[in-house]
């Protein structure tokens, strides 16, 4: 089996973009197979690696993993970004869980039937503002990061769902200051930047094509 890493998605965000935004800042090299056809899918049903019949999966370690929080928290574990001691994880899988609710509905937002969709951005909108980002910059009140002394996973999750958060709403974070300043401070460290450059394997917003692409390939669920 591979050695190497290798994500099978879409060319698009979805839910493996935090499994990317993860490798990237722990500094791992990955490959990836985009899915563009029907066929490439029930090739890997037909192959059995889709425990649940869903993608993301990702062959890591001689492993071909699927659910895309199992894979998150071993790259977290493998890669030091999950904490000193079960406390400290504990608190991270707060913050994590809360910035994956919030990312959760952003990335639902394009699939959303036209005219629920405002309806949805403005839900987003004051959930973020009222829920969300008050207890990011509470948990940021005394330290750079969210958990501990170091950086953990939780703080890789708050820049990806920040950085979503500003694509639709461009001043939302004009009234956390703390988050604004967690944001530079981690936008300055070289895997970050590195990752935020143009032409890394991070993905642009989801456009038309991806639309499609998706409901191609996931007909039976679509239909
Ligand atoms: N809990 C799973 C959900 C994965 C999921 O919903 N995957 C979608 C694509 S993003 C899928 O493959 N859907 C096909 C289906 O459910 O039949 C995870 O987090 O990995």
């Known amino acids: 089996m591979s050695k190497k890493v290798v994500l099978h998605y879409f060319n698009g965000r979805g839910k493996m973009e935090s499994v990317r935004w993860l490798l990237a800042v722990a500094g791992v090299e990955f490959e990836e197979v985009f899915l563009t056809k029907r066929e490439q899918y029930e090739k890997l049903l037909n192959d059995g690696v889709l425990m649940f019949q869903q993608v993301p999966f990702v062959e890591i370690d001689g492993m071909q993993l699927v659910q895309s929080k199992a894979i998150l928290n071993y790259i ?3 890669y030091n ?3 000193k001691d ?9 913050y994590t869980e809360g910035a994956i609710d919030l990312m959760d509905q952003i990335i639902t937002l394009p699939f959303t039937p036209p005219e629920n969709k405002q309806k949805q ?3 987003i909108e004051e959930k973020a503002k009222d829920r969300y980002l008050p207890a990011f910059e509470k948990g940021l009140k005394n330290s750079q990061f969210l958990v501990g002394n170091q950086l953990s996973r939780a703080d890789v999750h708050l820049l990806e769902v920040i950085l979503m958060l500003q694509e639709l709403f ?3 974070l004009s009234t ?6 967690f944001q530079e401070k981690m936008k300055a460290l070289p895997t970050v930047s590195k990752f935020l450059q143009p032409g890394s394997a991070r993905k642009s917003p989801p456009d038309e094509a991806y639309l499609k692409t998706v409901k191609e390939v996931l007909s039976h669920f679509f239909k």
């Open 121 to 123: 951005l403005s839900n």
């Open 176 to 181: 956390f200051p703390k988050i604004q300043a």
């Open 86 to 94: 079960l406390k400290e994880r504990a608190l991270i899988d707060m």
């Open 170 to 172: 461009p001043t939302i």
């Open 76 to 78: 977290a574990g493998k």
């Open 81 to 83: 970004l999950y904490g």
